[in-house]
């Protein structure tokens, strides 16, 4: 499906090198019954060779037009199932059934793949793993290590639920239209419970989410609103370090004296 005049507003790059789609579709390696869900399947670059492999196919297009030319070009109408609607919205989990688990593929528009990303971590319940294209700085803030640069709380969230794979970089001339960045395939897999076993999990969020706020200003002024001197201490964390200086297991331990905290 080809002459989809790309739309600024939903941040559609198409892609259509023939070597990039074998290699995500090789990365995915799908099986027949697995339950597989693209999202922004586009013009269909993904879903022609996902549908050869698999018994069904789910996709969420926000786009009117594409969707609608998706369901016209169906061939077995129970095979593929077309979702028009806003995947920042959309109920995964709804189409998971008797407790299977789905598997997640796409190239995530980049002007929407960081809250995105924190929807499906949402859902992570019911998503075996995630393969998503990504733009190259986002992809290199999920994967970074403390005390770099591109250490945030995208990462640190991320690593908390899922392990994390970068699989491989892609360059702006696969899509059409060529973004003016390069891109980065990624495997995430939920695991089963988080990284770290903390009180509470929204409280560890909160923690992440303030301190990173204030990236620049040392823990205690950081994480004051939530933490004093004493229970940063008590934590085993040095006060004085910034944000992006602490480890995934120290905001966990961080954020139970926060729960502790009378």
Known sequence: MTGHRPRKRFGQHFLHDPAVIDRIISALGAAPDDHIVEIGPGEGALTEPLLERVNRLDVVELDRDL???LKERAED???LRVHQGDALEFDFCSLATNGEQLRVIGNLPYNISTPL???????RECIADMHVMLQKEVADRIVATPGTSDYGRLGVMIQFY?????????SAGAF?????????????????RARFEVRDEAVFAELV??????????????????????????????PGLRPQQLSVEQFARLSDQIHMRP
């Open 67 to 69: 969707a609608a030319r």
């Open 77 to 79: 109408p129970g095979k």
């Open 117 to 123: 990303l924190f929807h499906l971590l949402e859902q």
């Open 162 to 170: 899922c392990d994390v794979e970068r699989l491989f970089r892609v």
């Open 176 to 192: 059409r239209p060529p973004p003016k960045v390069e891109s980065t395939m990624l495997r995430l897999r939920p695991l089963p």
């Open 209 to 238: 989410k303030q301190a990173f706020g204030q990236r620049r200003k040392t823990l205690r002024n950081a994480a004051g609103r939530l933490l004093d001197t004493a229970q940063i201490e008590a934590a085993g964390v040095d």
